[in-house]
């Protein structure tokens, strides 16, 4: 309300002379404020003015201004500097003038008595007709709306120093401060005299036997083993004699049709040929124990062409990740020495370029996996 009323007194300021020569122009001011009421203080602004008819919709004149606010925030405009009104008939409608502040909508308000003094020009006559009978009085506006608050003004000068209050209560004790630094050793005392001799101590264990001496050579033979107390009298004797294999590995093969297509899938073996030391189930090997294992592995696809990856998988069980990996037209071999800790698994897997191929070859072995430890 503030604004409008700003706007009302510049554009009846405007009118001074319009008889003896009419402007196609009137003035607009404003104070210009942020969302929170402060003010926009010499900042640049481009305001957009809109002259519309009855409808609100259709414009009779545009313009627009690039300004800069003062230190109180207001700009002062001439409405028809930037364009050109005299197109404008006055007495064809009712016109509104609408508000554009950097391409936020301030308001809508409608045209009064400022720029309709612009049609005296062509009226017809510049002689004022007779005073015509006070009309009725109009009823009383409603109220306008709280003004924006005043800045603040200046602080009060300090006043008188009060008296000085009672003396307070003694704090309680502080607490104890940490212990000083240690001081300077002392002087170093006499020496004393030499005591007596203690008693011999008991006698300590028997030291480990020495190395044996180099003895024949014997010969090798399977699961050799080692008798007698290896003395001059008691030589060792190493014969070779039967018992089980210590090898540890396993092979098998694919006897199942498995679909294997463009998505990475565990490859399946069904028939085992060998297995020393049972450690081969659910198409998987576990590391019995720590150490270096061969793996090899070939996957052959029955839908051909086509290229085939395979990857060597190994590690803690439900964790494992890619070790080896190779890409081929066909049939794919991938072989590799992987270092294992006790209870790792190792997998095979591979992925076709076509999704709608066949896996091995059923009944055959030309996909097979095995695995020894070194």
Do not use: C
Not at 183 to 199: L, S
Not at 212 to 229: K, L, P, W
Not at 350 to 364: C, K, Q
């Amino acid at each position: 309300m503030k604004k409008l009323s700003l706007v009302l007194l510049a554009i009846l300021f405007a009118v001074t002379g319009v008889l003896a020569q009419t402007p196609n122009e009137f003035k607009y001011q404003a104070v210009l404020r942020n969302a929170d009421g402060t003010i926009m203080a010499e900042e640049s602004v481009t305001v957009n003015i809109s002259i519309l008819q009855s409808d609100l919709v259709t414009s009779v004149f545009d313009e627009a201004h690039t300004v800069t606010t003062t230190a109180q925030g207001l700009i002062n405009l001439n409405i028809g500097s930037q364009g050109d009104m005299s197109p404008i008939d006055w007495s064809a409608n009712t016109y509104f003038i609408e508000i554009t502040v950097n391409g936020t909508l301030m308001g809508t308000s409608q045209l009064l008595s400022v720029p309709y003094a612009l049609y005296a020009e062509t009226s017809g006559s510049s002689i004022p007709g007779p005073q015509g009978e006070q009309g009725i009085q109009g009823e009383t506006g409603a109220d306008g709306a709280q003004g924006v608050q005043g800045a603040t003004g200046p602080a009060g000068s300090d006043g008188d120093d009060g008296a000085t209050g009672a003396t307070g209560a003694a704090g309680a004790t502080g607490a104890t401060g940490p212990a000083g630094a240690t001081g300077p050793a002392g002087a170093t005392g006499a020496t004393g005299a030499t005591g007596a001799t203690g008693a011999t101590g008991a006698t300590g264990p028997t030291g480990a036997d020495g190395v044996d001496g180099v003895g024949g050579v014997t010969q090798a033979g399977t699961n050799v083993t080692v008798t007698g107390a290896g003395t001059g009298g008691d030589p060792y004797i190493v014969s070779a004699t039967s018992g089980g294999s210590s090898f540890v590995g396993a092979r098998a093969y694919n006897t199942v049709a498995q679909d294997i297509d463009i998505a990475l899938e565990q490859v399946e073996f069904g028939t085992e040929h060998f297995d020393e030391g049972n450690n081969f189930a659910n198409d998987e090997f576990t590391a019995p124990t720590t150490g270096y294992y061969r793996v090899s592995a070939n996957v052959e696809m029955d839908y051909a062409p086509g290229s085939i990856f395979v990857a060597i998988y190994a590690g803690p069980s439900g964790s494992t990740t890619k070790r080896a990996e190779r890409f081929n037209d066909g049939s794919t071999f991938i072989s590799d020495i992987l270092y294992l800790d006790a209870g790792d698994v190792v997998q095979i897997w591979a992925s076709f370029e076509y999704s709608a191929a066949d896996a091995t070859e059923v009944g055959s072995t030309h996909t097979w996996f095995t695995i020894e430890k070194l």
